[in-house]
Each structure stands twice: as C-alpha cells, then as structure tokens.
C-alpha cells in the first residue's frame, strides 16, 4: 500500500524565511500527492495537488511543491512566510482503490512575527 | 456554495454509549468518506460511501460504522465507546470517487469520551 512520511514533526520560522517541508512516498509506480492545510481551528483544505506532467506544482496563497521521482519526494516550498501561515501540514497519497487518502503524520509549522 | 457541514461540532459521551455523528456534503457530490484525527495516530481513514453503498473501509472494529442516504448525507455510528475514541472525526466530500478528485474535508465533530 502507498504511504507517505514528513520527518519534520514541528517547524518554527520567522517570518520572511524561506519553507520546505518534506513528504516522501513509498510507491514507485504513478503517484498523485496531495498537500493539505489545516489552520487552527479551521478544515483541512487543499494546498496543491501533482498527478502527472510538470513535477513543479504551484498552489495557493504561494505554495508550490515539486515532485521528484528519483528522490520518492513530494517537498512544499514556499519562498517567503507569513505569520498566517502559522498551520499544520499534511501530506497524502490516495491508496487502496484511489477513493481514500493516506495521510502524513503532519508537520507543525509556528511562524513567529 | 455551502461547505461540508457536520454536526454536531462538540460531543462528550460516556464509556460504554454510542454516538452518531453527521455529515452533509457538498450540494453535488457523492462519495463520502470519514476519517479519525487523534494526536498520537494523526488521520486515519474509516469508511468511504457513494450511492449508498460502503466502498472502502479502513482498519477499525465493527463498532465504527456508517450509512449514506439517497441525498449523499452521512451518518457515523460509534457504539460501546472506550476512551481511545476520544477524537476530531472528519468528514470528506467529494465530486465523484475518482482518485485525484479533491476531497473537501469539514471542520469536524470533536468527540470526548470520559
């Protein structure tokens, strides 16, 4: 079964860093990945998502993530943070017959003003 | 449009009732599916409905349960509750059970059980 893994448990940036979170996945065959968000308090949302074609993906509020296939990585990025973007950040795969998704373990993001 | 909506949003239930936890989707969509958020498991998935019909299942006991009326709303049923179902249960909706369609998740029905 696919499954995805985000090794930074918790992050904590000033704002105006650069971000990137990592997401790696255990399937070598085709992929799609996922990156959601959750907000405190709010719904997961979606951030961006890679099916196929150009592995660098652009997604909301200034996110992108690039796939590399060679690296099993799906990694988000975001050049310059803002203080709301303060949120957790998870990565997922979907498995099983496609109709649900596998979740990372989430990564913490606190951005400091 | 109106978002996924799930009601209610707080519950506190003893050990040993049950509980039904509800979900409406997006007007249009009908594949449902339920996930579980706890600190120390993160999301994990439970169920998946579309047109009334369980089509997956994640790995939890048969007191996890659910159903799927003709409207595409949800229902979750959790009965003989222990504390480990202590949780944030989530509800996802999607267009159609298609992989890569975009799930659009609720805020969730936060669940304590004392």
């Known amino acids: 079964a696919q499954s995805v893994s985000q090794h930074n448990h918790h992050v904590i940036l000033s704002e105006a860093a650069s971000l990137e979170l990592g997401c790696n996945y255990s399937?070598?065959?085709?992929?799609?990945l996922f990156w959601y968000v959750q907000y405190p308090g709010q719904h997961l949302q979606l951030l961006l998502k890679?099916?196929?074609?150009?592995?660098l993906v652009k997604g909301i509020k200034g996110f992108e993530a690039e796939f590399i296939k060679s690296k099993f990585s799906f990694n988000l990025r975001k050049p310059s943070v803002q203080w709301s973007d303060t949120a957790e950040y998870f990565c997922?795969?979907?498995?099983?017959?496609?109709?649900?998704?596998?979740f990372g373990s989430g990564t913490q993001l606190t951005v400091l003003p | 449009k109106a978002g996924v909506t799930q009601t209610p949003r707080y519950l506190i239930k003893t050990r040993g009732q049950q509980v039904t936890l509800s979900c409406s989707p997006i007007?249009?969509?009908?594949?449902v599916s339920w996930y579980q958020q706890t600190p120390g498991q993160g999301l994990q998935f439970l169920f998946e409905?579309?047109?009334?019909?369980?089509?997956n299942k994640g790995n939890f006991p048969g007191r996890f349960s659910g159903r799927q009326f003709s409207n595409s709303r949800s229902e979750m049923n959790v009965s003989t509750l222990e504390l480990g179902d202590s949780a944030l249960y989530l509800c996802a909706s999607s267009l159609v059970p298609r992989e890569g369609t975009e799930a659009f998740f609720g805020q969730g029905t936060r669940l304590t059980v004392v």
């Open positions: 409905y579309f047109s009334e019909t369980q089509r």
């Open positions: 007007s249009g969509h009908r594949s």
């Open positions: 997922a795969v979907p498995t099983g017959s496609a109709r649900q998704l596998t």
């Open positions: 890679y099916f196929s074609g150009d592995p």
């Open positions: 399937y070598g065959g085709t992929v799609n």
